[in-house]
């Protein structure tokens, strides 16, 4: 039996090749120059010092970009805004062209022998700028008289987006016995992947060819992107990585500097290597959420939820990334409403740039949106009730018997039991317990308090039409698992393994798994929205029965029999009635060619459900927040992996507490990041989350082969709102009414001090 996953070794000894590992036969090396101010136009950028740097081999400005026919960066959204409206989307250069939009857009790339040639040269680049005001939040740019980012998005709106009924709301909130309304903030954060983000491009002049070894969630997603900006086709481009030192979402997309690295690439006929900083992290990676909810809920008399209203106020940045509107709107409205059942809902979402870094995906992407706003509207509604909060939830889930169940935006819940998993995290939690636990928390002069949030997200969403897959055999035995998603810290080495050694009964050691490959490709959706092991470890599994197929006749020729005399089990091909056979391994060794496949198919979203109950301790005298219990019980549907799926929530937790306890990217008035490094940007450590359990409630879905949901996001989706209503519950102790994250210990210090200021 295999030990941990077949990554495991590899990662733990050093030998994983990240992307800044990467090295070309003469390449060069890049620096970026970036802008030092949040809005401004570039009245001239003068290059001449630069260039005369010793080593200095090229230094390439907007202007270059522009007469090399390099085009806008992508982004699209398959919706339409309110009134048919479609989504606007100005020009995204690779580096700024006449104005500048935010602290850290790459202005001109310096290319040279060394790095500290290039970061040396950068140096005397004189850039003159003329100063614009700035508008850092979504509401003061959506305000009258904001400071416009571009000509073609008047009042910085590029989207105005709804779902659901407006008039059925309307209706339910007039007859309703009592409405509860709150409004949250779901902060700004940084991604902060392990690695900073790199890139080594080469142009192979012979066969026009754009080869980019770059950090990336999925090759094939980041080839289109690229191949768009640089106007080639697809099949002139080849994204190639091995490993990836994290995703989180903010490896999605292409950036820029990629592009820009590309073009230096070209122009001088060398590989040209670039590798950020984590200041860079900080001031140029796409960052995430940064949106204000309003949330409404209409009761009746008994506590049944009548209908819902919810309104999105959305920092998008000063650029347009192509998830960052896709997980503002669809992402947010595909679990419309959670898991209560409840038809008249309405939302209303509105999209702004600002003169900060772009927003993308992160971890979650517009889920944790909808959770956080909706679970801590519904513990509100509990509290000015008067009521258990469990107890309003069990009154107001889906029964289970509904499914499937069309929510209020049109999606459509396929399975789920969410008073059962409720049920089984109370019991877990020891949810009777609690008040013994508050009493001895305050003996020691600590406010204890409890949290739970029933969470539903959707995962499965993905671009591509189809997910296609290889798995092929060579003559050592070895089969080579060929996928269009990138496995970045995910397990996917070890899970899609065992899914094909399930079928073909080939030992899971003798496979390996290729996803960004100079000469490997396959179609298909990256890394992301926890789709990898529903979607593609799906075709997975159908591409091994197709392999188990195929090998049927090849069997039969060397078996010396009909095929349909062959039996497959237990990985050997048997002739029926006797005792002649042959495995499948000694078969593909013979025959390797004969065996492979290369499968499609394409499997769709799915709703990973679940209750996360978590306990904290405050310390009033300091404000310190600690989170004394954990409990997550998820349906991720049918697992396969149960170590790594428990890795997965842990991971997904910590993340939520991360943002709910101390992560916050804070821009000041002028557009300047306040918050660029770790000195200022206070990252979650394993001990944040003590006392963590994960047990599983698993409601297989039939809407693909392996009847798995996905769970990759799930720890964030239900933390971020369990947590926070924990801290709530435990500040109301001593009078504090409302409180938002992030739960520091200065904020709930203040809070205590204001609450005990105005007893
Ligand atoms: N799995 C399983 N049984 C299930 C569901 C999943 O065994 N029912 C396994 C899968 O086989 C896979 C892992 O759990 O090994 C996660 O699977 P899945 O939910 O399909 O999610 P993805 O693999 O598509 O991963 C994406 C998801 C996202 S969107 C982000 S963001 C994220 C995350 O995963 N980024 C991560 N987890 C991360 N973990 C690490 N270490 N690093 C990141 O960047």
Redesign the pocket.
Known sequence: MLKGRLEDDRMLMGRGRYVSDWNLPGQAYAHFVRSDRAHAEIASIDVSAALDRPGVLAVLTGKDVSAAGLKSLPCAVPVKGRGGAELLKPHRPALAQDKVRFVGEPVAIVVAETVAAAADAAESIFIEYRELPAVVRADDALADGAPQLFDDVPGNCVFDFEAGDEKAAAEAFGRAARVVRIAVDNTRVVGN?MEPRACLAHYDAANHMNVLYACTQGAAGMRTQLAGVLGVGPEKVRIVAEEVG????VRFNIYPEYCATMLAAKTLGRPVKWVGSRSEVFLSDEQARDVVSVGELALDASGRFLGMRFGFTVNLGAYLCPTGPFINTVGIINALGGVYDVKAIYSRARLAVTNTAPMAAY?GAGRPVMSYVLERLVDQAAFELGMDPAELRRRNFIDENAFPYRIASGYEYDSGDFAGCLERAMQAADWRGFAARREASAKKGRLRGRGLSTYIEA?GAGFAPVDQVDVRFASDGTVTLVAP?HN?????ET?YAQIVSSVLGVQMEQIRLRTAHQDEFVVGNA????????AV?SVMQLAAKEVVEKGRQVAADELEAAAQDIEFRDGQYRIQGTDRAISLAALARKHPARMSVRYENKFGSTFPNGCHIAEVEIDPETGEAEIASYLACDD??????HQ??EG?VQ?GVTQGAGQVFAELAVYDESGQLVTGSFMDYAMPRAVLVNNLRVIEHPVPTQSNPLG??????AGVTGSLPALMNAVLDALRQAGVEEFDMPASPHRVWKALHAARAGA
Do not use: C, D, M, Y
Request: no cysteine.
């Open positions: 992947p994290g995703g989180f979402g971890r995962t998603t970045h810290g995910q397990g996917h899970t890394t992301g929205g926890s789709r990898s092991l529903l470890g991720a549907g049918n697992v396969i992996n790594i799926v997965q991971g798995a949901k996905g769970v990759g996001e």
